[in-house]
């Protein structure tokens, strides 16, 4: 039971490892998933590895090929438009409900994780940028108190994070980022209707011309 227990906890660890690399790109899509240097490289055994590879398949983000490894799925200009669609009415409910919701405590914890991606963008630092522009989108869900957003988020959150996340316009993200702020706090629902879907395009065009980039440097 102890030791059922340590793998459980371990595949967690593994899987978010797994996911952070994703996310941030280190791990490129068609990658693939090697449980034994993966359980190499973290110093686990196989089964924690198989573990997490299962729940990044269930998460969408990992697939596997018949008679083949595990890879980092491969994305479509398709997936990047149906998701961006799901998206953008997802992200704008919910930072409308944040708004209308939130607390002075709420408040304070989004402004935290924005002075972090500010201070990450000045500084230069992608990946840290990256993580506190997520954590900025995630945080708007949590304070929008709505139980089924929340259950969406655990299906849609790490998809949408893997194709939209890794910008590289650090500033100009942390700018709108600061209006979207603004305007939350200001509970102004109607401006925040017309932030939201504006800024989402941005990162869906982002995400088209890396896709593209991706496939000429294919060919």
Same mark, same amino acid.
């Given at each position: ?14 899987? &978010?490892?797994?996911? #952070?690399?994703?996310?941030?790109? %280190?791990?490129?899509?068609?990658? &693939? ?7 190499? /490289? ?10 997490? @590879? ?5 998460? $969408?983000?990992?697939? +596997? %090929? ?21 998206? +953008?009415?997802? !992200? +704008? ?5 944040? /708004?209308?919701?939130?607390?002075? !405590? ?32 995630? +945080?708007?869900?949590?304070?929008? $108190?709505?139980? $089924? ?9 790490? %998809? ?28 102004? *629902? #109607?401006?925040?209707?017309?932030? @939201? ?5 941005? $990162? %869906?065009?982002? *995400? ?12």
């Amino acid at each position: 039971m102890v030791i059922e227990y340590r793998a459980e906890l371990e595949s967690a660890r593994v899987a &978010r490892i797994l996911r #952070d690399d994703i996310m941030l790109g %280190r791990r490129p899509p068609g990658s &693939r998933l090697v449980e034994r240097d993966i359980a190499r /490289a973290l110093d686990v055994s196989r089964l924690p590895v198989r573990e997490a @590879i299962k729940m990044l398949m269930l998460e $969408g983000i990992v697939v +596997t %090929r018949p008679r083949s490894w595990a890879v980092v799925r491969e994305f479509s200009m398709k997936d990047i438009r149906d998701f961006g669609e799901v998206r +953008t009415v997802f !992200e +704008t409910l919910a930072f409308v409900l944040a /708004a209308e919701r939130h607390d002075e !405590e709420g408040a304070q914890r989004l402004a935290v994780i924005l002075e972090r991606e500010e201070q990450a963008a000045r500084n230069g630092e992608v990946e840290r940028a990256r993580v506190a522009a997520a954590e900025f989108h995630a +945080t708007a869900v949590a304070l929008a $108190g709505n139980a $089924g957003l929340d259950e969406l988020s655990q299906v849609f959150l790490p %998809r949408l994070r893997w194709l939209f996340g890794q910008h590289d316009a650090l500033f100009d993200m942390a700018d709108e980022h600061r209006e979207i702020y603004d305007a939350l706090v200001a509970r102004d *629902a #109607d401006l925040l209707r017309e932030l @939201i879907p504006r800024h989402l395009l941005r $990162g %869906r065009a982002a *995400a088209e011309e890396r896709l593209r980039a991706r496939l000429a440097q294919a060919i």
